[in-house]
């Protein structure tokens, strides 16, 4: 496996998601992908934003380093995008065009459309580190809220 980048962009409290449809469900992750041979992490998570959604971006700082179980890395950034840029479905060219992995969507939602599973994925990127995010989560209460699995 090829280390991964990606770009976590966060514009008025929303998060921008790339909605793909895989194994029968479609799940929202963020803009990113495999790190090309010469290039760098940072430039990895820019490419894929621009390539996934049509946005160009900088890089405010990286929030996460991720070491994965088949040795591979993934990279997290979180990367600043001017607001008069709109978002576009874009493509990825490591998908065959039609197949069920394709992009289905670009879009910006708020913490609580995402899935359970998805805002565990969030948190790992580094969510807890972009302060809009933190100062939620020092709101929430001490009650435990874990999903029942049947």
Not at 22 to 27: D, P, Q, T
Not at 74 to 95: H, N
Not at 113 to 138: I, K, Q
Request: aromatic share 8%.
């Amino acid at each position: 496996m090829r280390d991964r980048s990606m770009a976590l962009v966060v514009r008025n409290n929303k998060i921008l998601s790339v909605q793909t449809h895989r194994s029968g469900r479609y799940i929202n992750e963020l803009p990113g992908g495999g790190i090309e041979p010469g290039e760098t992490s940072e430039e990895a998570a820019l490419r894929e934003l621009k390539e996934e959604c049509g946005l160009i971006g900088t890089i405010s700082r990286q929030l996460n380093i991720l070491h994965r179980k088949d040795g591979s890395t993934e990279y997290v950034y979180l990367v600043d995008v001017s607001s008069e840029q709109r978002e576009m479905i874009g493509s990825d060219p490591e998908i065959q065009e039609g197949a069920e992995q394709a992009i289905k969507n670009v879009r910006w939602l708020s913490l609580d459309e995402f899935t359970e599973r998805e805002r565990a994925y969030l948190w790992s990127y580094g969510l807890l580190d972009v302060e809009d995010f933190h100062d939620e989560v020092s709101r929430w209460g001490d009650a435990i809220s874990y999903p029942v699995c049947k």
